[in-house]
């Protein structure tokens, strides 16, 4: 077979992106501006990137950018040559059907879109003449979300080179006058601190931020590449604690109510904990710190219950108790004992959690059920529609359910409808060192019920968007937006009816002069009005099915096109200089993994992508040192080095023999670097029977001619510090050999990084063969050898490969591995992780070695432990515990190897691979 590895187009892109970075001379980004301006709590933000082709031969030119998730892009344009090209909003469908007319006529095409914790992204190219200029303008607007008491908005730089000529121009008019405004994230550091200017009058607040060449190269996450990383504008407006602020302009309003000075409700809380196999490791542990920190925050007048779950139901108390400090300690008693182990009953547990707070009605409350899941209900009731139905019936409308999904394994969808249906709201939680206080920042959102049954009215108002809220919180906020009926002001009457405490308040203001924007013509209020209807929509349509769902989604479809949103529904066709490939953008929803349309045959077909996070057990959120995206590569030198993406991604699985295939690679995300300083180390390992992780040395070692070394972490029964040992050099190791199952897993450490393995070899029973190195996945059973080239996944027998953003996962039979791969400095490295062990447990290897006991014996003047009846010496030394995608610091306990494993290390070392 032909090896037709030139045909490449779906990561033409970022090729193009890794190809030209390096190389500053061949475009020039010699102006780059962000211009955000924001008004009633509405941000309107605009991206000029201005580049010029510095070569003698025309370029292809990438305009690569990050938004806020929350954001709809509304605006996308190019001049290049004194033309315009706009791209257009159309219906997904429409969108698709115009982008596959442009594959007949023999253009392809790439969609750019990913997803992030906060961020989404955009991207684009054209091809520039030699000498020649572009200039990219990017539009997106958002309505700020208040939390915690703020408004945070965030703006993501990252030009890609340090450029003579960037800015970022912030302005904020809040009518009722801005109570304070603080620049932070990460680009708001010492370094650049007098790159940033901050003025404050009143209801205007300016910021600046203009750092030289020489300051974007210096600033913790930057690099030579330049400025990467956020500007966070966090402010707050005055508040009147009457009805609140009500703008109009050209015949549409804006309220926002978020009164302060009311007395809070005493809460009865309910939290609904999964304690599933699938939490164990650090998601339980971070679970009961936040519970820790939850409890702490109760006031003695709340009342509350907790529920934790696997297959079965475990109450601490079948009722609602009291939260005074005996039951409190009780509680926390019973929190630090939940173990993670079983099966995920999803719907038992949120009817009992319903149960108890039906049974405990009280006048005067507001009642709260917090559901925490990381999996699928996978026992008792099952069926997502009947849960989603039961809880209906069994919460009545009577208080919200929150959902919290914990990682990427939950289906977010099920929770964020179970959540709409029930008035709360579904709220990932990132599995990373600080999940414990995503967590925690949720339930202080929803700690402090100052109204519940909340409806705003407005006569003389027509087309609003919700009105009635169940619960109002101290720190958030109420919108409301409604067209004023014939543009009347005279009629147009708002009052809020609620109930605090035992007392219904009326808020309304006779004398309330509607503030407006006078003659100039002004749409934002009738943007803020679209924008909401649509969120709103869109979360309608999530709840409803057949006929209803389809009307609910057409309106939110017209208003999208209408209002120009790029949202789930439409996508924007970026129009480009004839010949050129067109770009297809969308919306990616909420974890959902990238797509991009690629072309094949003329036909034109959706390829998921591996999510821009972290999958499963690594988790681990962007952010780190590491890809978060994950591509292949062409061997091609020459589409390599051109980045063109002329020619089309082979889709399907090859299967050959003899030669390999296309590699598959792992491009470095320009540094997400420095963004982790909040990484926090952390000295609690879980009490497990697992075991072995990898780990790199903190230490770097400079010298060249410095042992390559790889430290080893293996954790403690029942101690907080882990041990350590290290390995040097290139050897060969025993991971995971079990006997019954003929299934043995073998690594070979690098030989030139320190921090893991090179290459991993899988055999099952002498003839299924998974081989992972540095280049090439590759899958042999029998005869047949299987390359990996972007398939949903590879088999050899029984043994399943999948090939994902930043791991590889293998399963075969009961026993299923996560190999996390690391990359440093261009190199890429592998963590083995056991995620599940088989079932009968006499395997051995370094991944099935036990967790260590040791006691301390001496602290001076050398440090001993005694594990079994052995002493060793030991030293204090840090690690790096890279069995996550994100990893994590700790402290652990050196020695030599052999007496850390309790047998010389020689039993674990082979020759063969
Ligand atoms: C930023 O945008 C606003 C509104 O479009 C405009 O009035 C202002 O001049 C722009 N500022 C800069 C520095 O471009
Ligand atoms: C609500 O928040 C405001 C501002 O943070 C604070 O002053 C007030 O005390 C809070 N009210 C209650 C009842 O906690
Ligand atoms: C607003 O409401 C009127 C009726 O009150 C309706 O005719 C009109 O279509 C609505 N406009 C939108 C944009 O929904
Ligand atoms: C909002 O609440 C009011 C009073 O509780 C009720 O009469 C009205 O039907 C509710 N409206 C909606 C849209 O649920
Ligand atoms: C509203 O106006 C009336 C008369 O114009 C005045 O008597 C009353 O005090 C005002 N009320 C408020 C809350 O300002
Ligand atoms: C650790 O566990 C072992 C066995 O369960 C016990 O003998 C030992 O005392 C424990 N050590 C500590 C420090 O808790």
């Given at each position: 077979m032909e090896r037709t590895v030139g045909q490449i187009t779906l990561f033409g892109l970022l090729l193009a992106l890794a190809s030209t970075l390096p190389n500053k001379d061949d475009w020039d980004v010699y102006s780059f501006h962000i211009n955000s301006t924001v008004t009633s709590r509405y941000a309107t933000t605009v991206i000029t990137s201005r580049v010029a082709n510095r070569m003698d031969e025309s370029k292809e030119i990438e305009f690569h950018v990050r938004i806020p998730k929350n954001a709809f892009i509304s605006k996308f344009r190019m001049f290049i040559d004194a033309q315009v090209y706009d791209g257009v909003v159309r219906a997904k469908e429409q969108a698709q059907q115009q982008y596959t007319e442009a594959v007949s006529r023999g253009e392809s095409a790439g969609l750019v879109s990913s997803v992030g914790r906060t961020l989404e992204e955009f991207k684009t190219s054209v091809t520039v003449a030699a000498h020649k200029k572009v200039t990219f303008e990017l539009t997106y607007e958002e309505l700020m979300k208040r939390t915690h008491g703020k408004y945070e908005l965030q703006i993501h730089a990252r030009p890609m080179q340090p450029v003579s000529d960037f800015k970022v121009d912030v302005h904020i008019h809040e009518e009722a006058g801005i109570s304070f405004i603080d620049v932070k994230g990460g680009l708001s550091t010492k370094a650049l601190a007098n790159a940033i200017t901050k003025t404050h009058i009143d209801k205007e607040a300016w910021v600046y931020f203009y750092p030289t060449v020489d300051q974007q190269k210096m600033c913790d996450s930057c690099s030579d590449q330049g400025m990467n990383g956020d500007l966070v504008i966090v402010y707050d407006v005055n508040r009147d604690n009457g009805l609140g602020h009500i703008k109009k302009s050209d015949g549409y309003f804006v309220h926002h109510f978020a009164p302060s000075d009311l007395p809070r409700i005493p809460k009865n809380v309910v939290f609904v904990i999964d304690q599933s196999g699938s939490m164990r490791g650090r998601k339980i542990l971070q679970t009961r710190i936040a519970l820790f920190h939850i409890l702490n925050d109760l006031a003695e007048d709340d009342y509350f219950g907790l529920i934790t779950f696997d297959g079965n139901i475990f109450h601490w108390k079948r009722e609602l108790v009291q939260a005074n400090s005996k039951n409190l300690e009780s509680a926390k008693n019973f929190a630090s004992n939940i173990q993670a182990r079983g099966s995920t009953d999803i719907n038992e547990a949120?009817?009992?959690?319903?149960?108890?707070?039906?049974?405990?009605?009280?006048?005067?409350?507001?009642?709260?059920?917090?559901?925490?899941?990381?999996?699928?209900?996978?026992?008792?009731?099952?069926?997502?529609?009947?849960?989603?139905?039961?809880?209906?019936?069994?919460?009545?409308?009577?208080?919200?359910?929150?959902?919290?999904?914990?990682?990427?394994d939950v289906d977010f969808k099920f929770l964020e409808k179970m959540s709409l249906q029930n008035n709360g709201v579904a709220r990932r939680i990132y599995e990373d060192s600080d999940a414990d206080l995503q967590l925690k920042g949720f339930y202080e959102e929803v700690a402090t019920p100052l109204l519940t049954d909340v409806t705003m009215i407005y006569v003389g108002g027509t087309n609003l968007t919700q009105t009635n809220f169940s619960q109002y919180y101290n720190g958030s906020e109420i919108v409301v937006a409604g067209e004023i009926t014939d543009n009347n002001i005279e009629t147009f009457t708002p009052q809020v009816v609620a109930i605090s405490s035992n007392r219904r308040i009326i808020f309304s203001n006779p004398n309330e002069t509607v503030e407006s924007t006078g003659t100039?013509?002004?749409?934002?209020?009738?943007?803020?009005?679209?924008?909401?209807?649509?969120?709103?929509?869109?979360?309608?349509?999530?709840?409803l099915s057949g006929p209803e769902k389809e009307?609910?989604?057409?309106?939110?479809?017209?208003?999208?096109?209408?209002?120009?949103?790029?949202?789930?529904?439409?996508?924007?066709?970026?129009?480009?200089?004839?010949?050129e490939n067109i770009d297809v953008l969308h919306k990616p929803k909420e974890g959902e993994t990238s797509q991009r349309w690629q072309s094949q045959g003329g036909q034109s077909i959706l390829v998921p992508l591996p999510p821009a996070i972290g999958h499963g057990i690594n988790g681990a959120l962007s952010a780190a040192d590491f890809d978060p995206s994950f591509s292949r590569q062409s061997l091609s030198p020459s589409s390599h080095l051109s980045g063109h993406s002329s020619v089309m991604q082979e889709h399907a699985s090859r299967v050959e023999r003899g030669r390999p295939g296309?590699?598959?690679?792992?491009?470095?995300?320009?540094?997400?670097?420095?963004?982790?300083?909040?990484?926090?180390?952390?000295?609690?390992?879980?009490?497990?029977?697992?075991?072995?992780?990898?780990?790199?040395?903190?230490?770097?070692?400079?010298?060249?001619?410095?042992?390559?070394?790889?430290?080893?972490?293996?954790?403690?029964?029942?101690?907080?510090?882990?041990?350590?040992?290290?390995?040097?050099?290139?050897?060969?190791?025993?991971?995971?050999?079990?006997?019954s199952r003929e299934l043995s897993v073998n690594g070979e450490l690098d030989s030139v990084t320190n921090g893991g393995f090179s290459r991993i070899f899988i055999h099952v029973k002498d003839s299924q063969h998974v081989e992972i190195d540095t280049n090439w996945v590759t899958v042999r059973d029998g005869q047949t050898v299987t390359y990996y080239t972007g398939q949903d996944h590879l088999t050899a027998g029984s043994v399943t490969v999948i090939v994902r953003n930043n791991e590889i996962d293998v399963a075969t039979g009961d026993m299923q591995m996560v190999i996390i791969v690391h990359e440093k400095n261009g190199q890429k490295l592998f963590w083995p992780v056991l995620r599940q062990h088989p079932s009968d447990n006499n395997a051995e290897g370094l991944l099935a070695v036990e967790a260590a006991v040791y006691e301390e014996v001496q602290q001076a003047p050398v440090r001993k432990l005694k594990i079994k009846n052995q002493e060793a010496d030991v030293t204090g030394e840090m690690v790096v515990d890279y069995s996550f995608a994100s990893p994590v610091t700790m402290n652990c306990w050196l020695m030599s190897a052999d007496s850390a494993l309790q047998r010389p290390l020689s039993q674990f070392v082979i020759t063969q691979l």
């Open positions: 949120v009817l009992q959690g319903a149960r108890m707070l039906n049974d405990h009605s009280r006048e005067g409350s507001a009642s709260i059920l917090i559901l925490l899941t990381d999996g699928d209900p996978t026992s008792g009731v099952t069926n997502l529609e009947n849960i989603q139905s039961n809880v209906r019936q069994a919460i009545a409308g009577k208080f919200p359910l929150y959902c919290l999904g914990f990682g990427f100039v013509s002004d749409d934002r209020i009738q943007r803020v009005w679209a924008y909401l209807t649509v969120k709103q929509l869109l979360d309608k349509e999530l709840q009307k609910v989604k057409k309106e939110a479809l017209e208003l999208s096109l209408k209002y120009s949103f790029v949202t789930p529904l439409t996508s924007m066709v970026v129009t480009k200089p004839p010949g296309p590699v598959f690679q792992l491009h470095p995300l320009r540094g997400e670097r420095g963004q982790r300083g909040d990484l926090a180390p952390v000295v609690l390992p879980d009490v497990q029977p697992a075991v072995v992780h990898l780990s790199r040395k903190t230490t770097t070692l400079e010298a060249t001619d410095a042992p390559v070394l790889h430290r080893f972490l293996l954790k403690a029964a029942n101690q907080t510090v882990p041990l350590c040992f290290d390995v040097s050099g290139p050897v060969r190791l025993k991971l995971f050999h079990h006997p």
